[in-house]
């Protein structure tokens, strides 16, 4: 168990619509991080939060949006759904973000769009 | 711009037989290099960095990389494959000049037969 909590684990969803990925870090973690696996794409960087500011920015669609709350959980919000949004969405946290430390990884969200 | 790449798709093993994945990378200043394993419907667990030192990195469920600066290489190896081992793998680099993300590669497909 990485201390990483992600919700929900599954969601099916129809083209158009709009939800909300929810992630907890470990304890203590101030940066959060939200990467997209896909079988085309691999995995690919979206966007970070280091203590509620965004602090760096990946290849995330304008549809998609994040932020970090006080309490430091993060939600990535997906709307307008395509068929190919249909991934699988990670969270990871770490204790700083620009160190040398390794992110730990949440089990992920799996998203699909029909 | 930091990248990885993983030159094998798949790779495939007998069991007690030595295993490598490979791993090169290509970054400015010093490499900050990770390996992480991901098992079917999981999240990535993190298995062993590379930050600064012995070229010989020792990591979880006994597995080592080796760094290699001439060849910027940071092959990930094994003695001796267990069936368990089968899952994919994924090298990647810390990105420290934005936000410290990790670029993945796209991942080699470990496969242990008996």
């Known amino acids: 168990d990485s201390g990483v909590t992600q919700t929900p684990k599954h969601l099916i969803t129809a083209t158009g619509q709009r939800v909300t990925l929810r992630c907890s870090p470990r304890s203590g973690d101030l940066s959060v991080y939200w990467y997209q696996q896909s079988l085309d794409q691999g995995l690919q960087f979206l966007i970070q939060y280091y203590n509620g500011e965004e602090r760096a920015k990946g290849n995330i669609l304008e549809r998609f949006s994040a932020q970090q709350f006080p309490d430091l959980h993060s939600e990535l919000n997906l709307s307008s759904l395509e068929l190919g949004d249909s991934a699988l969405y990670f969270c990871?946290?770490?204790?700083?973000?620009?160190?040398?430390?390794?992110?730990?990884f949440g089990e992920g969200s799996r998203l699909t769009v029909l | 711009a930091q990248s990885v790449a993983q030159p094998e798709d798949q790779v495939n093993v007998a069991e007690g037989n030595p295993l490598t994945v490979k791993c090169t990378y290509s970054v400015s200043g010093n490499p900050y290099l990770f390996w992480y394993v991901q098992y079917p419907n999981r999240g990535l667990q993190f298995l062993l960095k590379?930050?600064?030192?012995?070229?010989l990195v020792k990591g979880s469920y006994g597995f080592e990389a080796e760094f290699n600066k001439s060849q910027t290489s940071f092959h990930l190896k094994k003695p001796s494959a267990l069936v368990s081992d089968s899952a994919l793998y994924f090298c990647a680099v810390r990105d420290g000049g934005q936000g410290g993300k990790l670029i993945f590669g796209q991942g080699t497909e470990l496969s242990v037969k008996p």
């Open positions: 990871a946290s770490s204790v700083i973000g620009a160190d040398t430390g390794e992110l730990f």
């Open positions: 590379y930050i600064t030192g012995d070229n």
